[in-house]
């Protein structure tokens, strides 16, 4: 149990400081003074890519209590 709680914790973290910016994307905003446009680029990016992930686990999860919780004796 221990082993899957730092595993999640790693991956979390691991996405915190992610930088999700495509080539030309990183171009043009590194062209500003302000970096906030890019800041808010990054929050955005990682926010869509996170949320199919967080549902295909929720659903693996569910499926895989679904078949595995123990069945009740006749």
């Known amino acids: 149990m221990r082993t899957k709680i730092v595993f999640f914790l790693f991956l979390v973290l691991l996405f915190w400081e992610s930088s999700s910016q ?12 302000s970096q906030s446009a890019a800041q808010g680029i990054n929050d955005g990016i990682v926010y869509l890519m996170a949320i199919p992930y967080i549902l295909v686990g929720g659903i693996g999860y569910i499926v895989y209590r679904k078949f595995f919780r123990a069945k009740p004796e006749e």
């Open 22 to 33: 495509c080539a030309m994307c990183r171009a043009v905003l590194e062209s500003e003074e």
